[in-house]
Every structure is written in C-alpha cells, then in structure tokens.
C-alpha cells in the first residue's frame, strides 16, 4: 500500500521561506513528483526527484532522501500568487499516489 | 494550443442517471489517467489507459467505466451504481510509461454535483 503525509496547512508572510515535508511509505519508489494547485485550479508540475539531493529551480527547490522516505518543497521569496495548495505524490511502476495535499497561505 | 481538454466545466446528475465527463487532449500522449479529488484528500485513480484499446482499473474503480477508442479521447462514465459521486474529477495524460519521468498533466477538471 502507499502512505504518503504532508501538513495541512501553512501560513508564511510575504517575502520569506517556507518548507512543505512530505514522508512516504509506498511499495515501490520511481520517482516523487511535487505539483502546485490554486483553488478549483488543475494540479501544474512543479519538480521531480529520483536520485537522492536538491533539485533548483528558480524560486522553488525539491529535495529526497530515498533512504528515510522523504521530502521536502522549499518556497523561496514567497509572493501573494504562491497561496495554493501543494501536493506531493509518488510513483511506481505506473501510477502516482497523493498525499491529501498542503495549503499554504501567504499574508502581507 | 495543446493542452487536456475537460468538458464540462461543471455537470449536475441526478438520482439513477448516468453522466459521462469529456476528457480530450491533443499533446500526442499515450497514456491518459482520471482522478477523484474531495475536500481534505488527496487524488485518488480511478482508471487509467496506457494506449488506445487498452485501460486498466485504479484503486476507487467501483461505480466508474472508461473508454479509449482514440488516442486523444478518454471519457470517464459516472454510473447509478456510483452512490456518492458528488467531487472534482480531472484528466490527466503523459507521454507513457516507456519515459521514466512521465509528467502528468492535467486538464482544468470537472465539478460534478447530485440534484
């Protein structure tokens, strides 16, 4: 089975950083996808890790550790456009599996 | 412009009828998937296709059928025997399961509701 688990929720001001941890336990490992989803919004990818390490882009980074089946999102320079919903799923052979997601919402 | 193409946007059903949800996408992908998403949880699968003729059932198939007739094409059919169909449905499709990788990208959803 999979287990995938993420905070609920997050709040940040605008301007600074903000760290989502995903932890997993799933029969098999391809891959672990972050995708970001504003509200009644489809999901839109956001990184992918395979290899254990830090994954940069732009504003955002992505990192895994195989090993302690774990994740993280960092949100650098957080804007207003950045409130959202995170979701962090993992593959197999096939098929993602969710986490339930993170709200994180950014206030002036 | 390519993209996943939901339709409708928003779908009423009522009690004992059956409703499908659109689902086309003109990104050349083989493989197409369909989701469930409700408050509080994450996306759950309900069918997926990795090419044309060929689907196989996710883990909240019960109550759901699919076809794939056409590459573009994956309609999802929300049956009677479906009792609590009220959530956000979303498409999905990647290039296949030949890449590693295999993005999924998704359409803009469909907003089902029961009168």
């Known amino acids: 089975g999979q287990n995938i688990d993420q905070p609920t929720e997050m709040t940040a001001t605008e301007g600074a950083i903000v760290q989502i941890n995903c932890t997993y336990q799933?029969?098999?490992?391809?891959?672990l996808f972050w995708y970001q989803q504003h509200a009644g919004e489809a999901p839109t990818f956001l990184s992918y890790?395979?290899?254990?390490g830090l994954e940069e882009k732009g504003r955002f980074s992505s990192f895994l550790s195989r090993s302690k089946g774990y994740s993280y999102l960092l949100l650098k320079e957080l804007q207003m456009k950045d409130s959202a919903s995170y979701l962090c799923?993992?593959?197999?052979?096939?098929?993602?599996?969710f986490g339930a997601g993170t709200t994180v919402t950014v206030r002036a | 412009d390519g993209g996943i193409t939901q339709s409708p946007k928003y779908l009423f059903r009522k009690e004992g009828q059956n409703v499908t949800l659109s689902c086309e996408q003109n990104?050349?992908?083989?493989?197409m998937y369909w989701y469930r998403q409700d408050p509080g949880q994450g996306l759950r699968l309900i069918y997926y296709?990795?090419?044309?003729?060929?689907?196989q059932k996710g883990d909240i198939a019960e109550g759901y059928s699919v076809s794939r007739e056409k590459k573009e094409s994956f309609p999802l059919t929300v049956t009677s025997a479906q009792k609590n169909p009220t959530a956000f449905y979303l498409c999905?499709?990647?290039?296949?399961?030949?890449?590693?990788?295999?993005?999924?990208?998704f359409g803009a959803g469909t907003r089902l509701s029961v009168l």
């Open positions: 999905a499709s990647s290039i296949g399961f030949r890449q590693n990788k295999n993005i999924q990208y």
């Open positions: 799933t029969s098999g490992f391809n891959g």
């Open positions: 890790n395979v290899l254990d």
């Open positions: 799923a993992v593959k197999d052979d096939y098929k993602l599996s």
């Open positions: 990104l050349n992908h083989d493989a």
């Open positions: 296709s990795q090419i044309v003729n060929d689907f």
